[in-house]
């Protein structure tokens, strides 16, 4: 390298002093093979954030450099755990001695899984967003993991309204005669029977968790899998007509407001051993142009906020 490079983060003044919360670098592309329980070691395309806290007030800036290598060694080099994360965020404390005592990485990835159909043995890829954000400040680790869950959500209200009207029409056309078997049979199998469904909407969950101190293994199927299993109707993959009939049928027998979706995920997070959790229930409604929406945390002191 030419000596005579000038170095503006070691000479320069800076234009205005004091210290920053985060300074980095947003976006990296940083491709990652990840290792997490019950996953074959998957390559997964992530872009990164990057920060270390700048604590003197009178130095020019960080040295991104450093904070790009590092992570860049965690790609070509390593398996993406908990463990060589923590690693890299200690590197970028210990090449920032003096600047920094914090630092943070956010890592944003697509995981895909492979995901059985309801009814047919047939198999197809759902992808998963995912962000793994890993803090340290004063030599305390935190690793947050965040996944995003879609799932159907079918009305209990315009279901109720629905078997309303095919009541209705069921006493219109029956009434006064006497039952029989087999037209009631042909008559339920018609639209003029089933004349009213109700409205379902593609719903998604954003589950954030706080994982224990002594974590050193990502779970992150595990924690989509009791999340889809809780809320019985996730977003299918390869899809037969037996399928279709057997999520018809777990729609039907499932129906949720936000509410629900969002006590039952309360319920099923507050079992586990997370340090933390917050959850935002989405329902992109049919029935309305706006969502339903629904919120909830923990409660931790210091934690979540809903
Ligand atoms: N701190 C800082 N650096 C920036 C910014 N934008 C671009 N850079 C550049 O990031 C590059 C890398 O910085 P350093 O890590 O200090 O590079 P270096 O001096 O070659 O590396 P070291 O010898 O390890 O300090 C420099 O060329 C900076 O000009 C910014 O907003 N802040």
Redesign the pocket.
């Known amino acids: 390298m030419p000596t005579s490079m000038p170095?503006?983060?070691h000479s320069a003044d800076a234009l205005q002093t004091g210290t920053l919360d985060w300074?980095g670098m947003g976006d990296i592309e940083l491709p990652l093979q990840l290792a997490s329980k019950d996953l074959n070691e998957i390559p997964v395309n992530a872009k990164a954030d990057a920060f270390v806290s700048l604590d003197k007030p009178d130095a020019?800036?960080?040295?991104?450099?450093?904070l790009f290598l590092a992570l860049d060694t965690l790609s070509c080099e390593q398996t993406l755990t908990p463990i060589t994360l923590a690693a890299v965020l200690d590197q970028f404390v210990t090449t920032h001695k003096d600047l920094s005592n914090a630092a943070k990485v956010v890592l944003n990835f697509e995981l895909p899984l492979r995901r059985a159909s309801l009814l047919s043995g047939k198999q197809g890829w759902k992808s998963y967003p995912v962000t793994i954000t890993a803090t340290i400040k004063e030599q305390a680790l935190s690793i947050e993991l965040a996944v995003d869950v879609t799932y159907s959500s079918t009305c209990p209200c315009s279901a109720a309204l629905a078997r309303q009207l095919i009541q209705n029409a069921f006493e219109e056309k029956f009434s006064g005669q006497p039952l029989d078997h087999e037209s009631v049979h042909a008559w339920l199998g018609t639209t003029e029977g089933i004349l009213a469904t109700p409205h379902s909407q593609r719903s998604i969950a954003n589950i954030k968790v706080q994982l224990p101190t002594d974590v050193k293994e990502f779970d992150i199927k595990g924690l989509i899998d009791i999340a889809e299993q809780e809320l019985k109707t996730p977003v299918q993959a390869a899809v037969k007509r037996e399928d279709e009939q057997e999520f018809a049928r777990l729609n039907g027998q499932n129906l949720m407001f936000c509410e629900d979706a969002a006590r039952k995920l309360k319920a099923l997070l507050d079992k586990q051993d997370y340090k933390d959790f917050y959850v935002k229930i989405n329902h992109y409604e049919s029935l309305h142009a706006h969502d339903a929406v629904a919120f909830a945390v923990k409660g931790v002191e210091q934690g979540y906020k809903a």
């Open positions: 170095d503006i983060a300074v020019k800036g960080i040295h991104m450099s450093r």
